[in-house]
């Protein structure tokens, strides 16, 4: 029998920070991946709209004006899903029917003024100028609420409703689901090694070579062992940091540098404006301030669609919704495939100016 060889051979991969296997079948990737691109028209976005209510000066459906804002722009959701006062149900412990009360808020935040522009073409003090109002709002929600989840959907693929640059940050005075695994299976890491999880996993990784895309003096940027999705990636510091902030100025700015070249890489992998959800998971905030949270590791996770193109995406359906994840091309084939895209975007680059 032929020696095993993970690049060939189908195996299960598990995922500590979420207890989940994903079946990786290599062998389903025989073809080999020729570089073909099927490009798509892209979308004339109008730098400013009256109708667009992300724009500033415009004013919203619901009668609010839009400062003539210059940079970072955040306004409380006109459609949220979570309010902050609310008649609350009764706590039900009956197994099968609980319930707890909820409460939250719900921000929008832009990037840019511009409605044209995505992050990878933003200057760099311009992404600064983001990661900034993160680590505000971060701040200021999370003195009140336990958990404070940025998120960024981009891309109609995705759902998002604006082409606009932007992003939500949804607060709650409760953890959901995919941070509480996460704090469990830390918390277990952590008891069991005396060290945390991601911040091993780090070191790890840079050890061994085989998934890093990029990295430079604070920041790692990685295709995850248990990687589900074909792109999947994790932005992590190179340093034990709790919470977004809790980063040096350097470490912002350098997050700075590394997230153009990410999403630069990204966009140029299909030659798309590269879908996906992105957010952060940093330690619980709100009455988790006052306790040792050391079994944290901040990151950013990127979940993109797609898996040939910038038209063929990737499925969670059958297998997937009954059984467990699949992927055919391995976390270590996806980092190449990033890794060799070029630094300059494809918009900017002069062979696709002609
Ligand atoms: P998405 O594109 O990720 O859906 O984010 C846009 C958000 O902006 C969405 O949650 C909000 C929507 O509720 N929004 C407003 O709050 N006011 C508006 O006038 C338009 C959109």
Redesign the pocket.
């Known amino acids: 029998m032929e020696k095993f060889q993970a690049n060939e051979h189908q195996h299960i991969r598990y995922n500590p920070l979420k207890e989940e296997w994903v079946l990786v079948s290599p062998h389903r990737m025989k073809r080999p991946w020729k570089g073909q691109v099927e490009k798509v028209a892209e979308e004339e976005i109008p730098r400013f709209s009256p109708m667009n209510?992300?724009c500033p000066t415009v004013t919203?459906?619901?009668g609010m004006v839009n400062p003539d804002y210059k940079g970072t722009f955040v306004?409380t959701?006109?459609?949220?899903a979570l309010l902050d006062e609310v008649p609350e149900p009764d706590a039900s412990d009956d197994p099968l029917f609980q319930c707890r009360p909820a409460r939250g808020s719900?921000q929008?935040m832009c990037f840019h003024p511009w409605s044209d522009l995505t992050l990878p073409l933003f200057e760099h003090h311009e992404i600064k100028a983001v990661i900034e109002e993160w680590v505000k709002l971060s701040v200021d929600l999370g003195s009140k609420y336990e958990w404070v989840q940025i998120f960024?959907?981009k891309g109609a693929m995705m759902?998002?409703?604006?082409p606009h640059p932007?992003?939500?940050v949804w607060a709650s005075s409760f953890i959901p689901n995919e941070p509480a695994m996460k704090d469990k299976t830390q918390k277990n890491y952590f008891k069991e090694h005396g060290s945390p999880m991601l911040v091993d996993y780090v070191k790890r990784e840079l050890e061994k070579k085989e998934r890093i895309i990029l990295s430079n003096d604070h920041w790692v940027w990685l295709v995850p062992y248990w990687a589900v999705w074909p792109y999947e990636t994790m932005l992590l510091p190179k340093r034990h940091v709790l919470r977004l902030q809790d980063l040096k100025d350097e470490e912002k700015n350098s997050l700075s540098i590394i997230m153009k070249q990410l999403l630069t890489k990204y966009d140029n992998l299909f030659q798309t404006s590269f879908p996906y959800s992105m957010g952060w998971h940093g330690a619980p905030t709100g009455s988790y301030l006052k306790s040792d949270q050391t079994h944290w590791q901040l990151h950013a996770l990127y979940y993109p669609p797609l898996l040939r193109s910038a038209t063929v995406k990737k499925f969670m359906v059958g297998y997937e919704l009954l059984a467990q994840a699949q992927r055919d091309l391995t976390a270590e084939q996806a980092a190449e495939k990033i890794r060799s895209q070029s630094d300059v975007h494809y918009k900017l680059s002069p062979k696709t100016e002609t």
């Open positions: 209510p992300l919203r459906p619901n306004f959701n006109d459609f949220p719900c929008v960024e959907n759902g998002c409703s604006n932007h992003c939500q």
